[in-house]
C-alpha cells in the first residue's frame, strides 16, 4: 500500500515568494497533521484536519500560512509571502480516528529552503 | 498541558553493545506514550506505543521500552544495536481521554552506532 505522498521534496525559492506544499494521505485515514521540523524548535504540530475540517490550527505560526484539505485525498500548505525562517522540514502526517492512540503516518517530509 | 524531556540529544554507542534511551513526561492525567524513529531524509515511524496494561511495551526491531508511572519515565531499550540503528529517536506523549489530543513530542535523541 502506499503511504503519504508528499510533494515536493525539495522547494528552494526566494524571500517573497508563494511556496505550496502538497499532501495525499493514505486512503481510509480520516486525520491528517502538518508538522514542521526545524534544528532550533524540533518538531511543531502546524495544524490538525480531521475529516476534511480543520479542528486545531493554534500551531499555524502567522497569517502568511495557511491549509486546505478539499477533500479526503488532498491537503495543501501554503506560505505566501515566505520568509528565510520558513526554512524547514515540513512533514505531512495520517491516521485513523481522531484520538491519538492510533499511530501516526508521515510522509518523508518537504525541505523548503527560503533564500 | 503535557512536556516530554529527553536529555541525551546523542548516544554513541558500539555495535552490539545495549543502549538505553531515556524519556520522561510531565502531565496532569493519564497519558499515552511512543516512540517514533526518523531515519535520515526520512519521515517518523512508529517503534513502539503504551496505551495500557503491561508496562513493558516491545516494538519493531527488537525495541522495548518500560512505562514507570511513579518515576514518569518511559526509556527505550535495546539489548544489542545495529549498524541500521543509527537515527534519531523521538519519545512522545499525549493523554489518553477520547477525541482529538495533541501529541507532543520530544526534542529527540540520535543514535549513532559504531562499528
Known amino acids: 500500500d502506499a503511504g503519504v505522498i508528499q510533494s515536493p521534496r525539495h522547494e528552494v525559492t526566494e524571500m517573497g515568494q508563494e511556496v505550496t506544499l502538497r499532501c495525499k494521505p493514505i486512503s481510509g485515514h480520516n486525520s491528517l497533521f502538518w508538522y514542521r521540523q526545524t534544528m532550533m524548535r524540533g518538531l511543531e504540530l502546524l495544524i490538525y484536519f480531521n475529516n476534511n475540517v480543520p479542528i486545531d490550527d493554534s500551531g499555524m505560526p502567522e497569517d502568511r500560512f495557511s491549509a486546505k484539505m478539499p477533500n479526503a485525498s488532498f491537503s495543501t500548505l501554503k506560505i505566501q509571502p515566505s520568509e528565510p525562517r520558513d526554512s524547514a522540514v515540513y512533514f505531512c502526517?495520517?491516521?485513523?480516528?481522531?484520538?491519538?492512540?492510533?499511530?501516526?503516518?508521515f510522509g518523508e517530509g518537504s525541505r523548503l529552503t527560503v533564500l | 498541558a503535557q512536556s516530554v524531556t529527553q536529555l541525551d540529544s546523542q548516544v554513541p554507542v558500539f555495535e552490539e553493545a545495549p543502549v538505553e534511551l531515556r524519556c520522561n513526561y510531565s502531565s496532569s492525567v493519564s497519558v499515552y506514550l511512543f516512540w517514533y524513529v526518523q531515519y535520515p531524509n526520512q519521515g517518523l515511524q512508529l517503534l513502539l506505543k503504551?496505551?495500557?496494561?503491561?508496562?513493558l511495551v516491545k516494538g519493531i526491531n527488537g525495541f522495548e521500552a518500560e512505562f514507570n508511572k511513579s518515576q514518569t519515565s518511559f526509556h527505550l531499550r535495546k539489548p544489542s544495536v545495529h549498524i541500521s540503528d543509527t537515527a534519531e529517536y523521538f519519545c512522545a506523549v499525549s493523554p489518553n481521554s477520547g477525541g482529538y489530543q495533541k501529541v507532543t513530542f520530544g526534542t529527540g535523541t540520535k543514535l549513532q552506532v559504531i562499528p
Open positions: 503504551y496505551l495500557s496494561g503491561s508496562t
Open positions: 502526517a495520517s491516521s485513523m480516528g481522531q484520538g491519538m492512540a492510533g499511530e501516526l503516518f
